[in-house]
């Protein structure tokens, strides 16, 4: 029985991935969900009852959550097709402005709980598997007033490429999504929602279905990198060939 395990998938991005996936990838028997609010995954659960469905209601920040997702896998012992690392939030600001809580816990989700979950997931992904893991444009060049979460975003994208080179003997694929804003709750949790960032109400907004679809696409189709739109790509040609020293300043949130 093959199985799909999908962080942050109470809401958003990670909803548009539950379904990108029982679209695309038929053959799954069963998704594993993983996210704080078990109300909303039972709804989600609900929604497609030709799948087998479990539900952890997990909070990533704590590291008692790996303990128990360990304990999960070595009862089940599964064949894991797809692991998507989506958990993840940012904050508005400046760092100086911001408090310690709120900062750190930054990267002990998008870094730490990330690499936990790879840890622990990896023994159990089959031959020909596939990791997902949510970067974002953010990792391309360094984000004044979100510095912390571009930074965990460009941790995101290194250890992807490197996880991806080091797992081709077993043909797992690993891909770094690399969205744009989107429409989701993470606009609000952020503080960025109610035009507080004229560069999130300046750029070009893309959907979460967009990001979803391409991204589980693209990494069957063993790329490393997706980032969905013309706009963006062109945007992450020009911050690998322009100095960040210049680029930093039109980042700024």
């Known amino acids: 029985m093959s199985m799909a395990i999908i962080?942050?998938?109470?809401?958003?991005?990670?909803?548009?991935?539950?379904?990108?996936?029982?679209?695309?990838?038929?053959?799954?028997?069963?998704?594993v969900l993983i996210a704080r609010r078990r109300e909303r995954m039972e709804a989600?659960?609900?929604?497609?009852?030709?799948?087998?469905?479990?539900?952890?209601?997990?909070?990533?920040?704590?590291?008692?959550?790996?303990?128990?997702?360990?304990?999960?896998?070595?009862?089940?012992?599964?064949e894991v097709e797809?692991?998507?690392?989506?958990?993840?939030?940012?904050?508005?600001?400046?760092?100086?402005?911001?408090?310690?809580?709120?900062?750190?816990?930054?990267?002990t989700l998008n870094c730490g709980a990330l690499t936990a979950l790879c840890t622990?997931?990896?023994?159990?992904?089959?031959?020909?598997?596939?990791?997902?893991?949510v970067s974002s444009i953010?990792?391309?060049?360094?984000?004044?007033r979100m510095a912390v979460y571009g930074a965990t975003k460009s941790f995101v994208a290194s250890l992807s490429r490197a996880l991806r080179e080091e797992l081709k003997a077993r043909r797992i694929n690993v891909l770094a999504l690399c969205p744009a804003p989107m429409d989701t709750e993470f606009l609000d949790v952020a503080g960025i929602s109610g035009g507080h960032s004229q560069t999130f109400d300046t750029l070009p907004h893309?959907?979460?279905?967009?990001?979803?679809?391409?991204?589980?696409?693209?990494?069957?189709?063993?790329?490393?990198?997706?980032?969905?739109?013309?706009?963006?790509?062109?945007?992450?040609?020009?911050?690998k060939l322009l100095p960040h020293a210049w680029l930093v300043r039109l980042t700024k949130c």
């Open 7 to 31: 962080t942050g998938a109470s809401s958003g991005l990670g909803r548009e991935f539950v379904r990108a996936v029982r679209e695309q990838r038929p053959e799954i028997d069963e998704f």
């Open 44 to 78: 989600l659960a609900a929604e497609m009852p030709d799948k087998k469905t479990t539900i952890l209601p997990l909070d990533l920040a704590s590291s008692e959550s790996y303990d128990a997702l360990a304990r999960f896998l070595q009862e089940r012992r599964p």
């Open 82 to 107: 797809l692991l998507i690392n989506n958990a993840g939030y940012g904050i508005l600001g400046d760092m100086a402005e911001g408090d310690v809580p709120s900062q750190a816990g930054m990267v």
């Open 120 to 133: 622990l997931v990896l023994p159990y992904i089959r031959r020909g598997g596939v990791i997902i893991n």
């Open 138 to 144: 953010a990792s391309f060049v360094p984000t004044p």
């Open 206 to 239: 893309i959907s979460a279905s967009l990001a979803a679809d391409g991204a589980v696409r693209q990494a069957f189709r063993g790329r490393a990198v997706y980032t969905p739109t013309f706009f963006y790509k062109f945007y992450r040609v020009l911050a």
